[in-house]
């Protein structure tokens, strides 16, 4: 059947990176383009020999050229297109996280689920997403209603509000403006206060999706957050970074002896207070608004600690890898003095959730730490993202959650 998209020839490079399994085309790597695509449409990508390697959305603004949603040549770009796709990402989570972690999880991770630059988190009977690409943004209102429809139809789920978080600033670099806001779809309620509730690991949390950071709640860490309650039973844990409180409250549900919970926001730490309370855990809970870097750089001062076991859980120090020196530096920092601080025995768990920092940078970075400190470090576990994030070989971007528990030795 002849093709009737616009073609975009592509370098070798650009090539290589297709058939290696990546689903970016570059503006560098275009070296032709038959027809005049309008931005956020879709296009056939060629080989400088012509041969077929993939379709997907077109946007002259945007250094990612082409977004590959499909590299099979049979394939139609209808609604049962994306409807099938649609269950084929649903299916996958109720799979991988079991009928009560689908509750709360994340649906659609962007090009790992071959919806470039989409993100649709469910609370509940809330979806909140992120529309990051032209292309999705396009056909973001058949793609709602068909997600709706078929939760409720083959998952017996029925969702009640979907709320809009389009504020990136990369929304601008692709032509989109910026903006949240209640869907309108049929059915849908558009007056809430932006408030629902959650359970993980048996703990409930206060979910501000309209807002609190991201969609409302870091998913991501979901059983990273059950790794440490694990071996925090008896233990004094500083927890840094706490955000809502997450990691600090199941290492107090763990059975660790008293938990202090820092993060530089107030908001953040009001959350996680009201989180402590409405688990009952605030008993053995102290919350401190602070700058961890500040705070981490006193106690070192003072030369000891009370704690035995000190989480960190900082937001992402690089965005790009202009800055990846400098984010190495801070990490280097909070892990060195957590190090210092820590006695023989004591428990550090410490992650990274940017992508640019790769799992040999961060390895090499704790490796100095630990060689400054003048500690050794016992690994216990090595995690990443929760399979609901999942990891698409060869599209690095989708890699990007460091997690590892040591014991100080």
Known sequence: MPRTY?????T?????????????VFADEVTNLEGAPENGSLVDVRSQKGKYLGTGFYNQNSKIRVRVVSKNANDKFDTAFWERKLRWALDYR??????????????????????????VDRFGDVLVTEVLSLGMERIKEQLYASLIRILREDFGVSISVLYE???????????????????????????????????????????????GQKTGFFLDQKYNRAAIAKIAKGRKVLDCFTHTGSFGLNAAMGGASHVTSVDISADAISMAKKNAERNALDGRMDFVCADVFELL????????????????????????????KNAIRGYK??????????????????????HFMTETYFKQMLHNAAEDAGVGLRQIEARQQAPDHPILWNVPETDYLKFFIFQIV
């Open 6 to 10: 616009p073609v975009v020839t592509i």
């Open 12 to 24: 070798p490079k650009g090539e290589k990176m297709l058939t290696g399994g990546h689903v970016w």
């Open 94 to 119: 109720r799979t991988v996280m079991g009928e009560d972690d689908f509750s709360c999880c994340r649906l659609i991770f962007g090009e790992a689920d071959a919806f470039p630059g989409l993100t």
């Open 165 to 211: 978080r389009n504020e990136a600033p990369i929304r601008k670099l692709e032509g989109m403006e910026q903006y949240k806001g209640f869907w309108r779809g049929e059915g849908l309620l558009t007056d809430t206060d932006g408030i629902t509730h959650i359970t993980e690991n048996g703990i409930v949390y206060e979910v501000d999706y309209v807002n």
């Open 297 to 324: 750089t006193s106690m070192a001062e003072k030369g000891k600690s009370d704690y035995d076991f000190i989480i960190l859980d900082p937001p992402a120090f690089t965005k790009s890898r202009d800055t990846l």
């Open 333 to 354: 920092e909070i892990n060195l003095k957590a190090m210092k601080l820590l006695p023989r025995g004591g428990y550090l768990a410490t992650c990274s959730c940017s």
